[in-house]
């Protein structure tokens, strides 16, 4: 690919190149995550682009190259950055972090780049970041082939509301009686709030998490994901 078109884009992660230089990690709407290489945006306060190359900031990009490291060619705002500080700011860098992680290059996913956008801009308006966070990862496993059932046990029978279950992970619920003694257990009820995006349930979104989380792990193979250790931290000092 020699050369594109603009396309709608967001700024994942940035390290510093050379001397002038910044390696730009992009998550793209037409072409998924991409790396470019922005020249002399570094030590020179004239050039606008590096103000642009935040997180957060919608933005328009093409590029240039036949190489896997592209040369960023245009860059221009596609609406206002996203102010996001505290909590808010912490749970957009963990949305940044899942795609850097779970996301290889050059894979577009348009659902997720659309949800990524607005889940920014709920963000910026004060919703709740758990919700956010918890239908952003619900839809991430969707696509990357590991969908959570939350209507049937791994068996196929329906989930009962006066049922308990425990839950395994890349497998589904299990009915508790069928569950090793040690199993992590959730009610039936509390499943099914989940299944309906029923939140205002007491339990359900810390059950989404718990179970999110599970199969997240297994994704990254036990690897920790630095903004997620960060996050919790924080909530844990102002709780």
Not at 6 to 19: D, G, M, Y
Not at 26 to 41: I, S, Y
């Amino acid at each position: 690919m020699a050369d594109t078109e603009l396309t709608s884009a967001f700024v994942l992660h940035a390290r510093p190149f050379k001397e002038t230089s910044l390696i730009v990690e992009l998550f793209t709407e037409d072409f998924g995550r991409v790396n470019v290489l922005a020249k002399g945006v570094r030590g020179n306060r004239k050039n606008s682009n590096r103000a642009l190359l935040q997180p957060f900031q919608p933005l328009k990009v093409s590029w240039i190259g036949r190489g896997e490291l592209k040369t960023l060619k245009q860059l221009e705002p596609d609406g206002f950055a996203h102010r996001l500080q505290g909590i808010a700011s912490l749970s957009a860098l963990y949305l940044n972090e899942l795609l850097l992680r779970l996301f290889i290059q050059w894979d577009p996913h348009l659902d997720i780049f659309h949800l990524y956008k607005t889940s920014l801009k709920h963000l910026h308006s004060g919703d709740k970041p758990n919700l956010i966070l918890r239908e952003f990862e619900l839809e991430l496993l969707d696509v990357l082939g590991y969908a959570i059932d939350w209507q049937h046990d791994i068996y196929g029978d329906a989930i009962e509301e006066g049922m308990t279950y425990a839950f395994v992970p890349e497998q589904g619920f299990i009915p508790q009686l069928q569950a090793p003694a040690d199993s992590w257990l959730a009610q039936g009820a509390t499943i099914l709030a989940v299944a309906n995006h029923q939140w205002q349930l007491s339990g359900a979104p810390a059950l989404a998490r718990k179970v999110c989380r599970m199969n997240i792990d297994q994704l990254l193979n036990g690897k920790e994901l630095n903004s997620r250790k960060l996050l919790q931290q924080t909530l844990a000092m102002q709780s």
